[in-house]
């Protein structure tokens, strides 16, 4: 735990695969979705990776991840139920049924966001984490910069650059 602490990436590693199976049956039911719980481990993993400087050891590290977890499945459950709420709120006003993807369009959507995963993946640090923080997390620059012990404007040049490395490496693939 401590070497973890100190940044020791394969001390990290060991806690991932002791605990993965905790996080990911937690994630699965409270979201009972199995992708969504498999994002959210994921999730789940990468805020205790950024938060385990400030852990303060005062409970153990399992009551320490099971709370993030279920606060990241929470916010998750949050936030879809208020996706819906408005797609059913747009559909009520127009009077129109909520559109649903043809399978196709789902397949290209799915491929689409692997794609764009991979390419996520492929930046170096710090422009990967500020960017995994900000788009998947749902973290403002405020809170990025705070967690990140740097100032907002170094976020959002982190971000720029981020966005413009990412749309260089997508037209290079096309």
Same mark, same amino acid.
């Given at each position: ?35 969504a719980a498999q994002d959210l481990a994921q999730d789940v993993f990468l805020k205790a990776y950024d938060g385990l ?10 009551t320490w991840l099971y709370q993030i977890t279920v606060r990241t499945c929470l916010d998750w459950k949050r936030g879809? /139920? ?6 059913? /709120? ?53 809170e990025i910069a705070q967690r990140r012990g740097v100032s907002v404007k170094t976020v959002e040049s982190q971000l ?15």
């Amino acid at each position: 735990m401590r070497a973890a602490a100190a940044g020791d990436h394969d001390a990290f590693g060991e806690l991932v695969s002791e605990y993965q199976s905790m996080v990911y049956r937690v994630c699965l039911k409270i979201t009972g979705n199995r992708d969504a719980a498999q994002d959210l481990a994921q999730d789940v993993f990468l805020k205790a990776y950024d938060g385990l400087p400030a852990f303060r050891q005062d409970a153990s590290f399992s009551t320490w991840l099971y709370q993030i977890t279920v606060r990241t499945c929470l916010d998750w459950k949050r936030g879809s /139920a208020r996706y819906q709420q408005r797609l059913n /709120a747009v559909a009520v006003q127009s009077r129109q049924e909520v559109p649903v993807d043809t399978p196709e369009q789902t397949v290209v959507k799915k491929e689409r966001s692997a794609e764009l995963m991979s390419l996520m993946e492929s930046l170096r640090e710090p422009y990967r984490t500020v960017t995994k923080m900000f788009y998947l997390h749902k973290f403002s620059c405020q809170e990025i910069a705070q967690r990140r012990g740097v100032s907002v404007k170094t976020v959002e040049s982190q971000l720029y650059r981020s966005r413009r490395i990412l749309r260089e490496k997508g037209d290079a693939l096309r």
